[in-house]
């Protein structure tokens, strides 16, 4: 998803058909979608955090330990 400025919920309906959209185009690539992966997205849609949030997170889980 492109990172917006403001970030404002989407209606569940549309939500529900970006989740299946998503997940549709991880499947043609052999991946699925976690369950963290679609907790974040929830997260996203909802408003509860932006994008920059998201990728601060993942960036701390993921970094290497020196």
């Not at 932006?50 to 970094?63: F, G």
Request: glycine share 4%.
């Amino acid at each position: 998803m492109k990172p917006q400025a403001s970030k404002t919920p989407v209606s569940a309906e549309l939500h529900r058909r970006r989740m299946q959209s998503v997940a549709g185009t991880m499947a043609i690539e052999g991946i699925t979608l976690s369950e963290a992966s679609r907790h974040n997205l929830d997260r996203y849609a909802s408003g509860q955090a932006s994008y920059q949030q998201l990728m601060a997170e993942l960036r701390a889980k993921y970094q290497r330990a020196k």
